[in-house]
C-alpha cells in the first residue's frame, strides 16, 4: 500500500478509464489527430495536452461553471482555466463590455476613459498607490524584478522552493535531494546561470531567509502569501510578520504574487490578513479571459523608481525602459478588468464561492476519513486542494514529495469520465458564481465512488490471500 492505496490496483482502474476515455471522446480524438499536424504538441499550448486521458477534450462551449464538448458532453468546471476563468465563463457583464470595446478600438497605445476607474479601484482594492498593466502575471514579475534590480544595485532575487511565478526565469529551480539548487524538473537551464540570479530557501523557514538576506546581494524577495501550485503550503504562525521584518531589515524590496490566491477575497489573501508589500502582482483572471495583469507599488518604492526613471519630458529621447509591452494597457483590457472588478469580483460572488468551497472540503475530510486516507484536504477562499499526506506540508519540498502522478491522473481521469474537471496539474477544485451546491456534491460523490472502487477491490484481495 502507498499513500493508503494499493498502486497496482490503481493501475488496473486507470487503464479501464483511459478505454473509457476513447470510447467516450471520437471526436476530440479524432481533431487531435489533425492538431498534431499543424501544432508542435498536439495544442496551441503544450500544457492543454497535459489532461489525464489519452488527448485533450475539444471544448465547444462554455458558460458559467459547465463545458460542452464536441462530442456533446457537459462537465461541471472546477479547473476553471486554472483560475484565469475563476469567476466563470462568458461573464454577461464582461462580454457585453468586450464587445461594446471592440466596435471602438482594441489597442491605441493611449488611454481610454476606463482607466480612470480601474486606476482609481486598484488603489482603494489593493491599498498601494501606483500600478502598471501587462498581458501577464509572469510578464509583471519580470518587469518588477528589473526594477528592483535597477533600484537596489543587486543581481539575485529569492524565491520559495517549489514557487509559482509564472515563467520567470529566475524562479524556475529547485532543491535536490542533497539540499542543492537546481533547474526545476524538465525545464532547461536556458542560458541562465542560476547561481548568480537567485537564491532559494523553504518557506516558512525564516532562519534560512536571514542567512540569505544577509549576503546583501538580494535585490527583492518574490513569494505567494500562502504556496499553491505544489498542493496548497500555509504560512506557519509568524512567518509574514519574520518575513515582512527581515525584508525591511536588509533593505529588500517585498513582491507578494496573489495571481492564484486572489480566490481568498476581493483584496486578495493580503486583504483579508492585512498583509503590507512594497510590489504587489496578479494577473489571470482580472479580465474575464482577456490576457491582463497589474503590478502596484507603495509610495517609497515609487519614488525610487521615479529617481532612476523619471517621469518622460518633451524633448527627451524617447525610453521604453527595457519593458512594458505594445498591447500592454490596452483598450480591451481596461474595459474587461472594470466589468471584472466592478460586477464579478464582488463581495456577494466571493461569499457564495467560499460557502462552496468548504462544503467542498467538508465533503472531501468525510471521505477521507471514512476511507482511512493518510491525506488531507485544505482550503483558501474559493479554493481547495487534497493532498496525498496526513497533514498540510510545512514547504514546498515537503508538498512536492507527497504528490503522486498515477493516482492524481487516475482520480481526475475517473473524474472526467464522468463529467467534472479539475485543473489538471494537481488536486485543485475552485468554484465560480455560477458553481452550484448540486455541482460540489457530484465532485464528493464521484470522489468517495472512485476511491471506494480501489479500496474495495484492495479489501477482497486482501480477504482472499
Not at 26 to 38: A, C, D, F, T, V
Not at 130 to 144: E, G, H, K, L, M
Not at 431 to 448: I, S, W, Y
Request: proline share 5%.
Amino acid at each position: 500500500m502507498t499513500l493508503g492505496l494499493d498502486l497496482e490496483r490503481v493501475a488496473s482502474c486507470y487503464q479501464t478509464e483511459l478505454r473509457q476515455f476513447a470510447e467516450r471522446h471520437p471526436r476530440s480524438g479524432e481533431h487531435y489527430q489533425e492538431n498534431l499536424k499543424h501544432w508542435l504538441y498536439g495544442a496551441p499550448l503544450h500544457w492543454m495536452q497535459q489532461w489525464p486521458g489519452l488527448y485533450p477534450i475539444l471544448v465547444a462551449d462554455a458558460q458559467g461553471a459547465t463545458l460542452t464538448d464536441c462530442d456533446g458532453h457537459t462537465y461541471v468546471d472546477f479547473a476553471l482555466g486554472d483560475t484565469g476563468a475563476m469567476f466563470g465563463h462568458s461573464q454577461p457583464a464582461v462580454a457585453k463590455a468586450i464587445g461594446h470595446q471592440a466596435l471602438h478600438g482594441s489597442t491605441l497605445m493611449l488611454p481610454t476613459a476606463d482607466s480612470l476607474w480601474v486606476g482609481q479601484e486598484l488603489v482603494r482594492r489593493f491599498g498601494l498607490p501606483y500600478w502598471q498593466v501587462t498581458t501577464s502575471a509572469t510578464d509583471a514579475n519580470r518587469f518588477v524584478l528589473r526594477l528592483c534590480r535597477m533600484i537596489t544595485g543587486r543581481e539575485k532575487v529569492l524565491v520559495f522552493n517549489c514557487n509559482y511565478h509564472g515563467s520567470v526565469d529566475e524562479s524556475q529551480v529547485e532543491f535536490d535531494s542533497a539540499g542543492q539548487m537546481i533547474p526545476r524538473e524538465g525545464v532547461h537551464a536556458n542560458g541562465i546561470k542560476h547561481a548568480t540570479t537567485t537564491r532559494l530557501v523553504e518557506f516558512n523557514d525564516l532562519a534560512a531567509l536571514e542567512a540569505a538576506l544577509a549576503q546583501g546581494d538580494v535585490a527583492a524577495v518574490l513569494t505567494e502569501p500562502f504556496m499553491t501550485n505544489v498542493g496548497m503550503v500555509p504560512p506557519a504562525p509568524g512567518f509574514h510578520e519574520g518575513l515582512r521584518a527581515l525584508t525591511q531589515r536588509f533593505d529588500v524590496p517585498l513582491i507578494i504574487d496573489e495571481t492564484h490566491t486572489i480566490s481568498c477575497g476581493p483584496g486578495g489573501y493580503s486583504g483579508e490578513h492585512g498583509l503590507q508589500a512594497d510590489f504587489f502582482v496578479l494577473g489571470k483572471c482580472i479580465a474575464g479571459g482577456i490576457p491582463a495583469a497589474v503590478w502596484g507599488c507603495s509610495q517609497a518604492m515609487a519614488e525610487r523608481i521615479w529617481q532612476v526613471l523619471p517621469h518622460f519630458q518633451p524633448g527627451q529621447a524617447i525610453n521604453h525602459f527595457g519593458f512594458g509591452g505594445t498591447l500592454a494597457g490596452n483598450a480591451l483590457q481596461m474595459a474587461a478588468m472594470r466589468a471584472t472588478f466592478s460586477d464579478v469580483m464582488t463581495e456577494a460572488n466571493y461569499a457564495h464561492m467560499i460557502t462552496l468551497a468548504e462544503r467542498l472540503r467538508e465533503g472531501v475530510q468525510r471521505i477521507i476519513d471514512t476511507h482511512r486516507l493518510p491525506w488531507h484536504v485544505t482550503r483558501i477562499g474559493a479554493r481547495v486542494e487534497y493532498l496525498f499526506m496526513d497533514h498540510a506540508p510545512r514547504n514546498g519540498g515537503e508538498a512536492h514529495h507527497a504528490r503522486h502522478g498515477l493516482i492524481e491522473a487516475y482520480l481526475h481521469l475517473y473524474l472526467l469520465n464522468r463529467g467534472v474537471l479539475l485543473t489538471p496539474f494537481h488536486n485543485m477544485a475552485l468554484m465560480c458564481p455560477a458553481t452550484t451546491a448540486q455541482d460540489v456534491d457530484l465532485h464528493n460523490r464521484l470522489l468517495d465512488q472512485c476511491l471506494s472502487q480501489v479500496l474495495a477491490q484492495t479489501n477482497l484481495q486482501g480477504a482472499a490471500s
